[in-house]
């Protein structure tokens, strides 16, 4: 069983701060995990992507995130916000073993920068 | 190339109606999932195809939802009997290989029933 929790629906930033968005993973084995950002009326887009190579991986927009086993957290970060990184963010996680395996993702928190 | 497509984009529907949603896959892409997005929520897995066999369809909420993709490119997810519970984002994504994580998401369709 997989599961990831997002804490904060909603946050905001101003404009150059840095930007935090938090996901604490659940998983019975060791677990790929991504995030994802969806802008209004658009699919999904991914951003980064952990598979158990380097624990601090780099993203797409500044974006990088960091996997701690003994936190069970993969949070996204950057460190100065855009007016265009305003969007909603989707942790996502998935068992790292072969095969097909199902994607879950969390409920997504939706991000604010303030001019 | 062009990325995943959905057609159509909105859709209004009147409960008791039934409805089609198209996806076009990447081409090439052997898997290729569909996903119900509710409002405020993140995308909850309805079903999965490995070319044009449905390997998983323990997502799909009732017997009214249906999906297929019989020539394993273009697939459609069918609901019957639309309720107003049904009224939701609905997003295909496909990948590249069986077993590939990353998936390419289409912009879905909102389908919303009166």
């Not at chain 1, 879950?104 to 920068?113: A, P, R, S």
């Not at chain 2, 069986?98 to 998936?103: L, N, V």
Request: net charge neutral; charged share 15%.
């Amino acid at each position: 069983a997989q599961s990831v929790t997002q804490l904060g629906s909603h946050v905001s930033v101003s404009e150059g701060a840095l930007v935090l968005l938090r996901c604490n993973y659940s998983s019975s084995v060791p677990p790929y995990l991504f995030w994802y950002v969806q802008y209004p009326n658009q699919g999904l887009q991914l951003l980064l992507k952990y598979t158990s190579a380097a624990t601090l991986v780099k993203g797409i927009n500044g974006f990088e995130a960091e996997f701690k086993k003994s936190e069970t957290s993969f949070h996204l970060t950057k460190p100065s916000a855009h007016m265009s990184d305003a969007a909603e963010y989707f942790c996502a996680v998935t068992p790292n073993s072969g095969g097909y395996q199902k994607v879950t993702f969390g409920i997504g928190t939706k991000l604010q920068v303030i001019p | 190339g062009a990325g995943v497509s959905q057609s159509p984009r909105y859709k209004v529907a009147k409960r008791g109606q039934d409805v089609a949603l198209r996806c076009d896959p990447i081409s090439g892409h052997v898997s290729l999932f569909w996903y119900q997005q509710a409002l405020g929520q993140g995308p909850e897995f309805l079903t999965y195809f490995q070319n044009e066999a449905q390997l998983d369809k323990s997502g799909l909420p009732s017997d009214r939802f249906f999906a297929e993709r019989p020539e394993g490119s273009v697939s459609t997810l069918k609901i019957q009997r639309t309720q107003q519970e049904d009224s939701a984002v609905y997003l295909c994504a496909s990948s590249l290989v069986s077993g590939e994580r990353e998936q390419f998401f289409g912009p879905g369709t909102r389908l919303t029933v009166l």
